[in-house]
């Protein structure tokens, strides 16, 4: 008996189509490893249809004034709130994760960062007139900048469509955005939502691949690019952008440095780590993915490590006891075992470093030490649930070893020692520091890190100002 699968569709000036050449890729519930819809592989007929329509919406949502924008954020974050099981439920069967994890630790950040960037809506103010010149007084004007083309990543497909769209629109921006090819459901789904509270054109999904985001990206609509996902496709943006000097906001890959001293609470801080470096299977760029521990408390530390990991449980979204849920496609699942599968010989597994079951794309959580800097899973990004651990001597070769990859997004310390705390937050270099925690984020707070993890920030009043422009008014006194 065959399934039929469900028929996913853009969403382009208020309507909802197919591409304009009919194609489609199928899309796969990576928790079973079958195809459940199609989704449009859109092309570039589809890219004008959908940048001509938000470039045609752009005046009048330009024009709003902050207070209508304010009013149309909060509904869209009502809607969402009261359609929650439906979008927790499709974000599901579109990643494999946990439902109960998906809905106590997405949807209610999703909410409130919507929340607040419909406040910031009303805080889009350049600085206070004044004279500079004899005669003349001078306004800087805060704006919007057009129209944004935008690509979300498939490791949180909603919220990282949230942290797109909710700051451009906010500031009176027209969005097309662009799901992954591997988790477009979502978003589609919230495009139903938005396109109920929104005027037509003002928000705007096309699906497809790498060739319809670079459709996007190298369209002469948009006057910015925003992208989240690996350093080749945010270099690949960048170049493609700076064809006609677009705005570029990059959110990159990460590989986050966990700085644990002899004096922190050995088994807080492995309990506490492995949580965040295992969750969502440890695709999050910010993932506490590499530790660093004093070698006076390597060996304690790794054993509690490894039975942290031992007791950590994935499976499928219905099971309650689970932390997480599968890779997200069989690429990266391949990826993941083969960072293990070539691990060189003064390596060690402690814990998992297998595939799970026979049926989707499940890793167990992983642990491997005996690591030295210039291996290649300290260097790269392995975006899944493994953590390496490597020891040091005293808090210089910590901080060397901390900052000796290509990656500054973010990083944590864990000590009882505030100065050895407040050194280390000053010299790590990464967009984000967390103490004695790792992982946390809240919207007023900006996320966004260095070097190759890319530049601009998400969230915060600084993720806000990236989607608007400064112009400067002077006006002569004399009439």
Same mark, same amino acid.
């Given at each position: 008996?065959?399934?039929?699968?469900?028929?996913?569709?853009?969403?382009?000036?208020?309507?909802?189509?197919?591409?304009?050449?009919?194609?489609?890729?199928?899309?796969?519930?990576?928790?079973?490893?079958?195809?459940?819809?199609?989704?449009?592989?859109?092309?570039?007929?589809?890219?004008?249809?959908?940048?001509?329509?938000?470039?045609?919406?752009?005046?009048?949502?330009?024009?709003?004034? @902050?207070?209508?924008?304010?009013?149309?954020?909060?509904?869209?974050?009502?809607?969402?709130?009261?359609?929650?099981?439906?979008?927790?439920?499709?974000?599901?069967?579109?990643?494999?994760?946990?439902?109960?994890?998906?809905?106590?630790?997405?949807?209610?950040?999703?909410?409130?960062?919507?929340?607040?960037?419909?406040?910031?809506?009303?805080?889009?103010?350049?600085?206070?007139?004044?004279?500079?010149?004899?005669?003349?007084?001078?306004?800087?004007?805060?704006?919007?900048?057009?129209?944004?083309?935008?690509?979300?990543?498939?490791?949180?497909?909603?919220?990282?469509?949230?942290?797109?769209?909710?700051?451009?629109?906010?500031?009176?921006?027209?969005?097309?955005?662009?799901?992954?090819?591997?988790?477009?459901?979502?978003?589609?789904?919230?495009?139903?939502?938005?396109?109920?509270?929104?005027?037509?054109?003002?928000?705007? %999904?096309?699906?497809?691949?790498?060739?319809?985001?670079?459709?996007? %990206?190298?369209?002469?609509?948009?006057?910015?690019?925003?992208?989240?996902?690996?350093?080749?496709?945010?270099?690949?943006?960048?170049?493609?952008?700076?064809?006609?000097?677009?705005?570029?906001?990059?959110?990159?890959?990460?590989?986050?440095?966990?700085?644990?001293?002899?004096?922190?609470?050995?088994?807080?801080?492995?309990?506490?780590?492995?949580?965040?470096?295992?969750?969502?299977?440890?695709?999050?760029?910010?993932?506490?993915?590499?530790?660093?521990?004093?070698?006076?408390?390597?060996?304690?530390?790794?054993?509690?490590?490894?039975?942290?990991?031992?007791?950590?449980?994935?499976?499928?979204?219905?099971?309650?006891?689970?932390?997480?849920? @599968?890779?997200?496609?069989?690429?990266?699942?391949?990826?993941?075992?083969?960072?293990?599968?070539?691990?060189?010989?003064?390596?060690?597994?402690?814990?998992?470093?297998?595939?799970?079951?026979?049926?989707?794309?499940?890793?167990?959580?992983?642990?491997?030490?005996?690591?030295?800097?210039?291996?290649?899973?300290?260097?790269?990004?392995?975006?899944?649930?493994?953590?390496?651990?490597?020891?040091?001597?005293?808090?210089?070769?910590?901080?060397?070893?901390?900052?000796?990859?290509?990656?500054?997004?973010?990083?944590?310390?864990?000590?009882?020692?505030?100065?050895?705390?407040?050194?280390?937050?000053?010299?790590?270099?990464?967009?984000?520091?967390?103490?004695?925690?790792?992982?946390?984020?809240?919207?007023?707070?900006?996320?966004?890190?260095?070097?190759?993890?890319?530049?601009?920030?998400?969230?915060?009043?600084?993720?806000?100002?990236?989607?608007?422009?400064?112009?400067? %008014?002077?006006?002569?006194?004399?009439?």
């Amino acid at each position: 008996m065959t399934t039929e699968l469900r028929r996913l569709r853009n969403y382009i000036g208020g309507e909802f189509k197919d591409a304009a050449d009919g194609r489609t890729t199928e899309v796969v519930n990576p928790a079973t490893g079958e195809a459940y819809a199609t989704a449009p592989l859109s092309g570039q007929a589809d890219v004008d249809a959908a940048m001509a329509a938000a470039a045609a919406a752009f005046p009048a949502w330009r024009d709003a004034t @902050p207070s209508e924008r304010q009013k149309a954020l909060l509904k869209i974050a009502d809607a969402f709130e009261a359609r929650a099981d439906e979008l927790v439920a499709t974000e599901s069967e579109n990643t494999g994760k946990p439902l109960g994890l998906t809905a106590s630790e997405e949807l209610p950040p999703m909410v409130d960062q919507i929340r607040f960037f419909a406040g910031a809506a009303r805080l889009l103010e350049g600085r206070s007139a004044g004279e500079y010149m004899e005669g003349m007084t001078s306004i800087v004007r805060r704006e919007p900048v057009g129209v944004c083309a935008q690509v979300a990543p498939w490791n949180y497909p909603m919220m990282m469509a949230v942290w797109k769209f909710a700051p451009a629109l906010a500031a009176g921006n027209t969005v097309v955005l662009k799901p992954s090819d591997t988790t477009p459901a979502s978003t589609i789904l919230m495009a139903e939502i938005i396109g109920s509270i929104l005027p037509k054109g003002v928000f705007n %999904v096309v699906c497809g691949d790498r060739d319809t985001g670079r459709a996007m %990206v190298e369209h002469r609509t948009p006057a910015m690019a925003s992208i989240t996902g690996s350093v080749r496709a945010g270099m690949q943006v960048a170049e493609s952008a700076s064809k006609d000097v677009k705005r570029v906001h990059l959110e990159l890959g990460g590989k986050a440095p966990v700085v644990v001293f002899e004096d922190a609470d050995i088994a807080k801080a492995a309990e506490d780590i492995a949580v965040a470096g295992f969750f969502n299977a440890g695709q999050d760029c910010t993932a506490a993915c590499r530790v660093l521990v004093h070698e006076s408390i390597h060996d304690e530390f790794v054993a509690a490590l490894a039975k942290n990991a031992a007791d950590t449980k994935t499976g499928q979204p219905d099971d309650e006891d689970v932390l997480y849920g @599968p890779l997200n496609n069989p690429n990266q699942l391949k990826q993941v075992a083969g960072f293990i599968e070539r691990l060189p010989a003064h390596a060690k597994v402690e814990a998992g470093g297998h595939q799970v079951g026979e049926k989707g794309y499940f890793y167990a959580p992983t642990v491997v030490s005996g690591l030295k800097q210039d291996d290649e899973i300290i260097q790269n990004e392995v975006f899944g649930p493994v953590i390496t651990v490597q020891s040091f001597t005293d808090e210089d070769q910590a901080l060397a070893y901390a900052n000796d990859v290509e990656f500054a997004l973010a990083s944590s310390v864990w000590t009882k020692d505030h100065g050895r705390a407040m050194r280390m937050s000053k010299n790590l270099d990464f967009g984000c520091v967390w103490i004695n925690t790792h992982i946390p984020l809240v919207a007023e707070m900006p996320h966004g890190g260095y070097k190759k993890s890319g530049y601009g920030k998400d969230l915060s009043a600084y993720g806000f100002e990236d989607y608007t422009r400064i112009k400067h %008014v002077m006006t002569s006194l004399d009439g």
